[in-house]
């Protein structure tokens, strides 16, 4: 087949997923244009089967909001005709998908052909930014005029039939992840370097937005400390950052925790440690713990959004109330200081990630998109 791809080209979990599935689709043989408006990070090998093509956006002062969706709206009807598309896949209904339906509007009257778009729903577009109401009518429309909808988790499912008059049926297809590339032996000169007397290695990966409560991470971290040698790895950068920071000095322990920005290897930091730390506001799935999972580590998350559908309470980790920093520092206290307890708990959230290996996922993507499209 020959597919288009429109995402969010960032660090962000829909961005990371959409540009994965682009990848593994090219692997299996399909073309796949990606269209953003910058490269995206994980676009970072070279595949035959892979286009990317850049959406500009001409400034103009009369702009003080360039039209973004114009411009993409634009190129998709560009690249839909002049590659002969067979369907279209935009990640994070805003502003893609009203994008994808104009596009395909416009090469229907051009073309007489009708090129179906997939939506899939990630989250934020849905809970937060969907909701709105200057957004809202646009994106309830979109949802609606998409072939096909899906979403990340059952309860972005059940949130976005909450808040919107949804007419479709959508189909949940959960999230993925390569366990091959997240299956990785620790670099003993690393672990060496971050944790020196062999403290334990807390972890955490965000976008550093409100929505993740980066500083309860650091106040679970200095409750554990309290009780056992440790270290913490804060990955990613974000608004919340410095407060962060500021509050890690006010506390003293800035030899403790180390801010180690955007990465793209996350695989090898997480071959090092030994738990993840999600106390999200909010996720709809959380990509970055199940990235966790399948690099042997176990997730101590908040009990929120689709975070209990990945997550299993003494399986592959520990769930706690939004807030409750007592019982998740007792939570990761109790596996941390364990040493056979927190091997056992370490395998079983691997094979717990294992059902979600990108193999397995990758066809339902395909059975979907055959409902349009015969597979060629
Ligand atoms: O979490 C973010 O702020 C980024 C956001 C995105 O759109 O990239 O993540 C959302 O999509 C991810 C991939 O499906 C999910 O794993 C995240 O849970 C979801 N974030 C929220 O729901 C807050």
Sequence with gaps: MRIGIVCYPTFGGSGVLATELGKALATKGHDVHFITYRQPVRLNEFNANIFYHEVRVPEYPLFEYPPYELALSSTLVDVIIRHDLDLLHVHYAIPH???????????KEKTGRSVPFVTTLHGTDITLVGKDKTYEPVVTFSINESDA??????????ETLKFFSIKKEIDVIYNFVDIDRFNKK?????????????EKILVHASNFRKIKRVCDVTKIFAKVREEIPCKLLMVGDGPERPKCEEYINKLGLEND???MGKQEQIEEILAISDLFVIPSEYESFGLAALEAMAAHVPVLSSNVGGLPEINIEGETGFLFEVGDIETAAKKALHL??????????KDQAHKHALQFDIK?????????????????
């Design 257 to 259: 925790v180390r801010f």
């Design 97 to 107: 998908a009203s994008a994808a339906y104009m596009a395909k509007q416009i090469v």
């Design 360 to 376: 397995k996922i990758i066809p339902l993507y395909e059975k979907l998109y055959g409902r349009f499209c015969r597979m060629q």
């Design 149 to 158: 909808i899906t979403a990340v988790s059952n309860n972005l499912k059940e």
């Design 186 to 198: 620790p670099i003993d000169a690393f672990k060496k370097a971050v944790a020196p007397k062999g």
């Design 336 to 345: 941390l200081s364990d040493e056979v307890y927190l091997q056992k708990i």
